[in-house]
């Protein structure tokens, strides 16, 4: 899977190794966050730490579900490959997220390294077990799953009716309510992937993007930034935009 070599995390902090949960920025609004300090050594016993270098692959379509994954640092996207070749993103998955949850034995879709990306990795079995040694782990993750269904109906509603503009006005609202729940501010908000990437999600073509993002700035709906920021300056206005109003 591309994931090179993971790194085992030893149950307990010493002076020489502190465990990489210790400084985590995410763990609050990850799975692992209903834990206690106590119940954190459990966890880590199964725990396996990885990172992966830009487009780097995480898990194929159609590979066995051996293997979920938190996400630590970065961004990722997933996608399916069509019948003819062609590729349909279907979400992004950033800090916090949790990747890898399958129905049945086998994954059901795509999951590549947008930039630079660290993840915690864990055996299906493993962790399985460790829910019904915790029943509240395993109900975090079920709210993580439901997260999962609402991104997939808002990316139907994204790829129906609504014009280009709609369409990515949407999208760069939904990164930003996604930045907010993470505890970021609504504006600016970081655009990791690519206008061919965004494309391939909102299902237009990279230069239809690329029109509608220099429309926008042009119109003062949106301000670039460095460092791939993006600045929303009126979120009411883009609220608007995005309802096609």
Do not use: W
Not at 75 to 82: D, M, S
């Amino acid at each position: 899977m591309g994931l090179g070599e993971p790194k085992k995390c030893p149950a307990s902090e010493t002076a020489d190794h502190v465990s990489p949960c210790a400084a985590c920025a995410v763990r609050d609004m990850a799975f692992c966050g209903v834990l206690n300090e106590e119940e954190m050594p459990r966890l880590l016993s199964i725990l396996q730490t990885s990172n992966i270098d830009p487009h780097g692959p995480i898990i194929d379509e159609g590979e066995p579900a051996d293997y979920l994954f938190n996400l630590t640092q970065g961004a990722v996207k997933l996608y399916k490959l069509l019948p003819d070749g062609r590729r349909q993103i279907t979400g992004f998955l950033f800090e916090g997220d949790f990747l890898g949850i399958a129905m049945n034995e086998k994954y059901a879709y795509s999951a590549e390294a947008v930039g630079q990306v660290s993840l915690c990795r864990f055996s299906r079995r493993k962790l399985e077990a460790l829910l019904d040694e915790f029943p509240k782990l395993e109900k975090r993750l079920l709210g993580m799953a439901s997260n999962e269904l609402v991104q997939a109906q808002d990316q139907i509603l994204l790829l129906g009716r609504k014009t280009a503009r709609e369409k990515l006005v949407s999208f760069l609202l939904n990164l930003s309510a996604r930045g907010v729940k993470r505890g970021a501010a609504p504006s600016p908000i970081l655009l990791p992937m690519g206008r061919a990437d965004i494309a391939d999600y909102l299902g237009l073509t990279t230069e239809t993007v690329s029109r509608t993002i220099t429309n926008l700035k042009r119109d003062g709906h949106i301000r670039l930034l460095q460092g791939g920021m993006v600045e929303l300056p009126d979120l009411e206005a883009l609220q608007e935009l995005a309802e096609g109003s």
